[in-house]
């Protein structure tokens, strides 16, 4: 099924250990992001890549780093996980003029 | 800094009418977005407006952007349990570098449908 796919789906970390989410579009959008979502806090943005070969900063960027590998794969890397970084992370692109996102299922990150 | 807010908890029978509010704080967003958030799942796009709009319907859906108060509302008509759900109110802030999808998105009301 076309979309955007999150790998993987659950992880358990131990504090400073590092890992890299996954994620792949293919509709062929231009822009991907990254958001976190923890209970009572919404979602917000880590970090985004408006197009291929380039990425910025969102609300929160400390403590992530992001690699756009090709138009379809937009990467998060943990290098030194913290408690405070455990939550929901979803992936999504965007098509057209209005803005629509598309998410992936979600990475379910805990960091013991 | 630009804020969303909503109230975090909704409960309706089922084929009463949900409304669910949101104020937010930047008058210079282009779009308003509701997305739905089932369980387990991403969210999906539910709806939106654009910020030169006041209403628009489509289907049992029913969206009312009043940008003197900043108030954008969602009514779901016939509410059914399938509509049970986390709906977040959304808007567009293009000063985060000019993406599309740079959206500040409130923290979410869960709607309960009952029988």
């Known amino acids: 099924n076309a979309g955007v796919t999150q790998t993987p789906k659950f992880q358990v970390l131990k504090t400073g250990q590092s890992m890299t989410l996954q994620c792949a579009q293919d509709?062929?959008?231009?822009?991907m992001y990254w958001y976190r979502q923890d209970p009572g806090m919404g979602l917000r943005l880590i970090y985004y890549?408006?197009?291929?070969?380039?990425?910025d900063k969102g609300e929160v960027p400390n403590g992530y780093n992001v690699s756009r590998l090709n138009k379809r794969e937009f990467s998060l890397r943990l290098e030194s996980a913290a408690p405070s970084q455990t939550s929901v992370y979803f992936c999504a692109s965007i098509i057209g003029d209005v803005g629509e996102l598309f998410f992936g299922e979600g990475s379910r990150l805990t960091v013991l | 800094g630009e804020d969303v807010e909503q109230s975090l908890f909704l409960s309706v029978r089922e084929g009463d009418s949900s409304v669910i509010n949101c104020t937010y704080t930047d008058s210079s967003s282009t779009y308003l977005y509701w997305y739905k958030q089932e369980p387990g799942a991403g969210l999906q796009l539910l709806t939106y407006?654009?910020?030169?709009?006041d209403m628009k319907q489509d289907q049992r859906l029913t969206v009312l952007l009043n940008k003197k108060d900043k108030h954008l509302s969602l009514r779901i008509a016939d509410t059914q349990t399938g509509d049970s759900a986390i709906y977040f109110c959304a808007e567009n802030i293009m000063n985060y570098g000019g993406s599309q999808g740079n959206l500040i998105f409130g923290k979410g009301t869960k709607l309960s449908v009952k029988p």
């Open positions: 890549s408006a197009s291929e070969g380039t990425t």
């Open positions: 407006i654009f910020s030169n709009m």
């Open positions: 509709m062929n959008h231009n822009s």
